[in-house]
Nanobody, 126 residues
Framework: QVQLVESGGGLVQPGGSLRLSCAASGRTYSGYGMAWFRQAPGKEREFVAAISWNDDTIYYANSVKGRFTISRDNAKNAVYLEMNSLQSDDTAVYYC???????????????????WGQGTQVTVSS
């Protein structure tokens, strides 16, 4: 089984930055579609960003477009989320997720993801 482990979360002031990492271990698949989701207290889990494991296809939620950057390092089996200009509304548990063979028509559709990490807490507060 594939395991996903997030790291890099923490406490940051508004306007600050954090870089999240997601490391995959175990049996991996070359056709992965990787994504970041987040869930804030009292809110539903929402899509943040996604990137293809094999090419440069990238998707962002409108709420983070222009502030967050998703990237990958295939050799390290890792995906990253660079978060800039953080706001209090960005406070959430951030989850890494992966599909075994790319995405369905809607990238933000959470049920299609086969593997999930345990999440890393990001708190934006002054």
């Amino acid at each position: 089984q594939v395991q996903l482990v997030e790291s890099g979360g923490g406490l940051v002031q508004p306007g600050g930055s954090l870089r999240l990492s997601c490391a995959a271990s175990g049996r991996t698949y070359s056709g992965y579609g990787m994504a970041w989701f987040r869930q804030a207290p009292g809110k539903e889990r929402e899509f943040v960003a996604a990137i293809s494991w094999n090419d440069d296809t990238i998707y962002y939620a409108n709420s983070v477009k222009g502030r967050f950057t998703i990237s990958r390092d295939n050799a390290k089996n890792a995906v990253y989320l660079e978060m800039n200009s953080l706001q209090s509304d960005d406070t959430a548990v951030y989850y890494c997720a992966a599909t075994r063979a790319g995405w369905s028509e809607t990238v933000s559709d959470a049920p299609q993801y086969d593997y999930w990490g345990q999440g890393t807490q990001v708190t934006v507060s002054s």
